[in-house]
């Protein structure tokens, strides 16, 4: 059986019961490492943040450093759409004529006299062009004035004043062929520069008359083809016979001039003189006409 006489009191200290003291009746003073386990949950989402932050500034500084580098690069090399040009060149609208013929950066020493006053224009009829700036000797019987618009040759030469005569009506069944004395106005100047590369213009409406304006294959026959003064302005003249040969026409040579006359406009004078070779006694026209001209 059991005693009944009670245990002696220990006396070491009490170890208390088995089972563990709650938050409200255990005493004492909390560990450092319970509460740094507590705090461990809240300061987590404000550490992936930071990293968050860290990444998209390290990138975009990176995006950044590579666009300077490429305009660094394009600054460098010249690459015009930089300065934002565009890449194409823009569309030239100059004048065919101004495209062909820039105009001199300055323009060229002269070694001859100065022009004189031509005086007075000889007596008689004229015919004026208003729009080329310029007026000449108007001839008697048969010539007789143009009254139609001829954009002549690849330049399209705008021909709508002077006279003409039929030399050889219907040659081809339908087409008249003409001896002519017909001006124009081309523009030949960017805008409203007055410098005009004249005799580039003028050996360029005279190809095109050849080339243009007769059958093909022709023969030149040079005359002349030299710069002058014409109605006391500057001038480039060439005067040729072509040769040549096309079905049912008479007529297998053309004495031929052209004068490309500085008016003082951005526009070239052009006169433009034909007398086919059945009807050589015109000839003389030629330098009759040009000797003619004022500059109005």
Known sequence: MASTTPPPPESGPRSG?????????RLGTPSVTARSDAASPASEPRNRQRRRLWWFGGAALAVLAAGLA??????????????????EA?????PQLARMCPPPASPP??????????GPPPSGARTVDQEAGISYAALGAPWQPWDV??????????YKVGQHFVTEPQYNGFSDYHASILSAAVPAADNDAL???????????????????????????????ERATIGGRPAWVAVFRLHFSRPGLRATDELAAVACIDVGRPTAAILYISIPGT????DPVVDQ????????
């Open 109 to 118: 020493a002269r070694t001859d006299q100065p022009p004189v006053d031509p």
């Open 17 to 25: 019961p088995s089972w563990s003291a709650g938050m409200v009746t």
């Open 279 to 282: 009807h050589r006694q015109y």
């Open 195 to 225: 410098i005009l590369d004249i005799e580039c213009v003028g050996r360029r409406v005279a190809d095109d008359v050849r080339a243009e304006y007769y059958p093909q294959p022709n023969r030149m026959e040079p005359i002349r083809d």
């Open 90 to 94: 823009p569309p030239d609208t100059r």
């Open 149 to 158: 618009l001829w954009n002549a040759g690849a330049l399209e030469v705008p």
């Open 70 to 87: 490429v305009v660094l690069a394009m600054v460098l090399s010249g690459d015009p759409r930089i300065l934002g040009d565009d890449y």
């Open 289 to 296: 006409v040009l000797n003619s001209v004022r500059v109005r």
